[in-house]
Structure formats: structure tokens, C-alpha cells
């Protein structure tokens, strides 16, 4: 049977480190409620992250009448969501294209023969998959796919059905990106808990190609899990004021559950000290720590993922594959290991793979 690899990956993030700042404006937000304020700053400095990209160019002061140079949001009135399509419009191309050249498909752009797009944070018609199209010199007859709106699960999806075509066409060549602009949808507001929610998001693409070529990561298997009662701890809503995403605190707990209730099955029949590499979505540092109690793992297991969220913050769907280019770089052949990524549902897309030579 033939089976898919990630061959290569590749990744890209915006020029502007942003963290510090965002957390700046967030605490200037809180002045008048001291309380919250502390516990913001206390509950951030926890949060595993020290750096954060985003397409937004902040201005000199978080304080300021501005938070970006360009003046797009400034205080008191913040960009309703159509203006933030624009924004996506214009910047997520130049991003997406970023990973695509890091690739360094040259030539062979002209053989790929499906386009495989993940971005749940921003939409247009004509779209990201018409712009690579054209940017990135694929042929026009290239066959697109577009995965949006899933969350950071998104990228187990794009992986799977990369898996599906290779699968049932041996000779396709699958171009598979990732897009996320998650800085986009900030929050002017005194709400604590949105606050924090937004301490942890960054902007990021990644770039893969998968094809039926024995190297790199091999994928065997995919298998997706539905939480019991999970369905209002991670929402994703169109709101007039952006995209608004809710994570509950009781997130980890069922990130647990899931995972606990259902390890033989994702796990293929293995158990977990059978497995070398855990490319974990970091989507914070209480979910890590949940998937590491749950399946007793090394502390040094999800050294990678931690690394990834220490870098770049959650980027949603573009993040695991972070995680996995460290992985294509490192690995060892034969070594056999295990993705997810959770999303709204509460939802944890999982994979089994193995390191070809």
C-alpha cells in the first residue's frame, strides 16, 4: 500500500516580536481594577511564552492613542471584522508565501498537483489558495482545498486528506499551508479572562510538502476524538468586533479525559514509552501539561512543544507543524510517534507516524 510523507516543512512568523507589548496593553487595560491587574501580569509571567510575532507593527507606547503605527487600532475604536478581513487580505499572502519560499520548491512548484489550505482566521473570495496559486507559480489547473474555521486542529485535517490523495494517487505531489493570523482579532476590553485568552496568540505559517516519497515523516494513521460535555470549552465565534475565542479553564481537564478514555485508540495499540516523538499542539502551557500527566511521560517529552509555545505562542492551526519541522530536522529514522491538536468541540484531532530514512 502506498503510503504519505511530510517530506519537508517549512515555517515562517511576521517581523514584529510583540509580546511584551500586547501584555503591556493588556495590563494598561486592567489599571483601574488593581486586583485583576496583579493577577493578569502573575497568570502571563506562568504561561511558558517569552516571544510572540504578529503582522501588526505596534507603536513606541502601549499606552498610546494607538496600538500600531499605521493606526488601525486605535483606543476607543477598534476595527469592526470586515475591516479585519481586509487586513487578513492584504498581509496573509505575504506571510503564507514567506514558508512557501523557505520550502524551496523552485522547479518543482509546477509539478504540484494539490494545494491544500488551512486558515481559520481570516476569509476572502477570491482567496489565500488563489493568491499562492499565482505568487508561488503553481499550474492554474492545480486541484485547491480549503480547510478553515477548525481551529488549531486544523492542521491534523490538512494532513489527513494530504495522507487521502497520496493515498489514492500515488503520483500527486501535495502542497500543504498553513496560514494563521490570531494577533488580528485583539480585544480592546477590561475582561480578564479575554485578556488572558488573547496572552497566548501569534501570528505563524507553515509550508509542507507531501508526497508518496519514502523520506522524511511517514504517516500512518489518523484518528479524531470528541470530549463528553466539551462542546462550550473552546468556542470560535464571528463577532462584530473580530473573531472571539473562548478557552475555559476547564480546557486541561478535558484535554485529560479525552485523552485518557481513548489511548489505545489513538495510540494505535502502543503504549506511550513506545513512542519517541510527541508533536503535541502547544496550545498552552496547562495543555501540555495535561497530555504529559495523563500519559505519563518523560519531562522531556514535550520538550519541542514547549519550545515551540516558548518561541511563538499559539498560532493556531500553523503551530503543530512547528512542532513537527523540529522534528523532520531531528529525528531519527524509525522512530515512531504521535500528533494531536485540540479545537472547538472540544475536539482532538490525533496522528501516528514514524521517521522514514
Known amino acids: 500500500m502506498v503510503q504519505a510523507h511530510i517530506n519537508r516543512i517549512a515555517t515562517a512568523v511576521p517581523d514584529h516580536q510583540v509580546h511584551d507589548y500586547f501584555l503591556a496593553f493588556a495590563a494598561a487595560n486592567l489599571r483601574a481594577t488593581p486586583r485583576e491587574q496583579a493577577t493578569y501580569l502573575k497568570m502571563a509571567a506562568r504561561s511558558g511564552i517569552e516571544r510572540r510575532y504578529s503582522c501588526i507593527h505596534p507603536s513606541p507606547d502601549p499606552e498610546g492613542p494607538t496600538v500600531d503605527v499605521d493606526g488601525f487600532f486605535p483606543r476607543g475604536a477598534f476595527p469592526a471584522t470586515s475591516a479585519r478581513m481586509d487586513f487578513y487580505e492584504r498581509h496573509a499572502g505575504d506571510l503564507a508565501m514567506r514558508a512557501i519560499e523557505a520550502l524551496d520548491l523552485g522547479a518543482g512548484a509546477a509539478g504540484i498537483t494539490h494545494l491544500v489550505v488551512a486558515s481559520c482566521t481570516g476569509m476572502a473570495a477570491p482567496g489565500l489558495d488563489l493568491e499562492i496559486v499565482h505568487r508561488a507559480g503553481l499550474n492554474p489547473?492545480?486541484?485547491?482545498?480549503?480547510?478553515?474555521?477548525?481551529?488549531?486542529?486544523?492542521?491534523?485535517?490538512?494532513?489527513?486528506?494530504?495522507?487521502?490523495?497520496?493515498?489514492?494517487?500515488?503520483?500527486?505531489?501535495?502542497?500543504?499551508?498553513?496560514?494563521?493570523?490570531?494577533?488580528?482579532?485583539?480585544?480592546?476590553?477590561?475582561?480578564?479572562?479575554?485578556?488572558?485568552?488573547?496572552?497566548?496568540?501569534?501570528?505563524?505559517?507553515?509550508?509542507?510538502?507531501?508526497?508518496?516519497?519514502?523520506?522524511?515523516?511517514?504517516?500512518?494513521?489518523?484518528?479524531?476524538?470528541?470530549?463528553?460535555?466539551?462542546?462550550?470549552?473552546?468556542?470560535?465565534?464571528?463577532?462584530?468586533?473580530?473573531?472571539?475565542?473562548?478557552?475555559?479553564?476547564?480546557?486541561?481537564?478535558?484535554?485529560?479525559?479525552?485523552?485518557?478514555?481513548?489511548?489505545?485508540?489513538?495510540?494505535?495499540?502502543?503504549?506511550?514509552?513506545?513512542?519517541?516523538?510527541?508533536?503535541?499542539?502547544?496550545?498552552?502551557?496547562?495543555?501540555?501539561?495535561?497530555?504529559?500527566?495523563?500519559?505519563?511521560?518523560?519531562?522531556?517529552?514535550?520538550?519541542?512543544?514547549?519550545?515551540?509555545?516558548?518561541?511563538?505562542?499559539?498560532?493556531?492551526?500553523?503551530?503543530v507543524m512547528f512542532v513537527l519541522a523540529a522534528m523532520l530536522r531531528d529525528g531519527r529514522a524509525g522512530e515512531a510517534g504521535c500528533g494531536m491538536a485540540f479545537g472547538p468541540g472540544l475536539t482532538a484531532e490525533t496522528m501516528t507516524f514514524h521517521m522514514a530514512a
Not at 477548525?150 to 503520483?171: D, T
Open 141 to 319: 489547473s492545480v486541484e485547491r482545498t480549503l480547510i478553515g474555521f477548525m481551529g488549531c486542529y486544523a492542521a491534523i485535517n490538512a494532513l489527513k486528506y494530504a495522507h487521502h490523495v497520496v493515498r489514492s494517487e500515488p503520483k500527486a505531489r501535495v502542497l500543504v499551508v498553513n496560514c494563521e493570523l490570531c494577533t488580528l482579532h485583539l480585544k480592546e476590553t477590561r475582561d480578564l479572562e479575554q485578556l488572558l485568552t488573547f496572552s497566548i496568540w501569534g501570528d505563524g505559517a507553515s509550508a509542507a510538502l507531501v508526497t508518496a516519497e519514502p523520506q522524511g515523516i511517514a504517516l500512518d494513521g489518523f484518528h479524531a476524538l470528541l470530549a463528553r460535555a466539551g462542546r462550550e470549552l473552546m468556542t470560535w465565534s464571528v463577532r462584530d468586533d473580530g473573531f472571539d475565542m473562548v478557552l475555559s479553564g476547564q480546557v486541561p481537564g478535558a484535554v485529560r479525559q479525552v485523552l485518557g478514555e481513548n489511548r489505545e485508540a489513538f495510540l494505535g495499540g502502543r503504549e506511550p514509552d513506545q513512542i519517541a516523538l510527541w508533536a503535541v499542539h502547544p496550545g498552552g502551557r496547562s495543555v501540555l501539561d495535561a497530555v504529559e500527566r495523563v500519559l505519563d511521560l518523560p519531562k522531556t517529552a514535550l520538550d519541542p512543544s514547549r519550545r515551540v509555545l516558548r518561541e511563538n505562542g499559539n498560532m493556531s492551526s500553523a503551530t
